[in-house]
């Protein structure tokens, strides 16, 4: 159990497009989800916190209006990268922690590349 | 913010060594959580401590957390290649990453 999914795994766009980014949690409802991006050999930055049904809360120095984020179901977020720039490109990953509890549970990745 | 620090960052041995890895800070958690990671792939969890003292063993992995719920560590006994990755502790608290310990385990 504790499944989540990423959708694209890897995605390759042109720079001043937007890119959306799928997690899913397969098979438990999760009131929060989390959001990181991680830079060749470093660990992972926590981007925001997506909440179900309200505002994400983004973290210093993290573009709200650049990263969007919606958590519209509690099984489903989405980050959509506007106006992508190549210092974009990166590995994002999303996790999600099942409701009443506090494990989180990772998503394989999103791999992308602004060119 | 919380601030983990691990340490090493890096380590490379031979297999059947033993080694200890170290997640510290300056915070109390509520609880700590390690993950291993490899290469394209997200984050997979290992473990989460709770109690001050606490001792948790997976295998050949034994997990500390300090009495003062402040540091954790991970000690591996007879490592082999498979456990080649990055160690990653997290505070449950701000769900914040240590920088990670890269470990290479040589056959």
């Known amino acids: 159990g504790a499944v989540v999914s990423q959708h694209p795994s890897r995605v390759i766009c042109k720079s001043g497009t937007s890119v959306k980014i799928e997690c899913r949690s397969l098979d438990f409802q999760a009131t929060t989800m989390f959001w990181y991006r991680q830079f060749p050999k470093q660990s992972l930055m926590l981007m925001a916190t997506?909440?179900?049904?309200?505002?994400?809360?983004?973290e210093q120095g993290v573009e709200k209006d650049k990263f969007l984020i919606n958590h519209a179901s509690l099984t489903l977020s989405t980050l959509t990268v506007t106006s992508a720039h190549p210092e974009d490109s990166s590995f994002y990953i999303c996790?999600?922690?099942?409701?009443?509890?506090?494990?989180?549970?990772f998503g394989p990745g999103t791999r992308l590349t602004v060119t | 913010t919380q601030l983990l620090e691990q340490s090493p960052q890096f380590l490379s041995i031979q297999e059947g060594e033993n080694l200890t890895v170290y997640c510290n800070s300056s915070?109390?958690?509520?609880?700590l959580q390690w993950y291993r990671q490899e290469p394209g792939e997200g984050p997979v969890l290992l473990v989460t401590?709770?109690?001050?003292?606490e001792v948790k063993k997976l295998k050949r992995l034994t997990f500390q957390f300090g009495d003062a719920r402040k540091d954790s560590s991970l000690h591996i006994t007879a490592a082999q290649p498979g456990d080649t990755g990055l160690y990653l502790c997290a505070g449950v608290d701000d769900m914040r990453f240590g920088a990670g310990t890269r470990l290479t385990v040589k056959p």
């Open positions: 997506s909440n179900e049904g309200s505002k994400a809360t983004y």
């Open positions: 915070s109390v958690f509520s609880s």
């Open positions: 401590v709770v109690t001050g003292g």
């Open positions: 996790s999600a922690i099942p409701g009443g509890g506090y494990e989180q549970y």
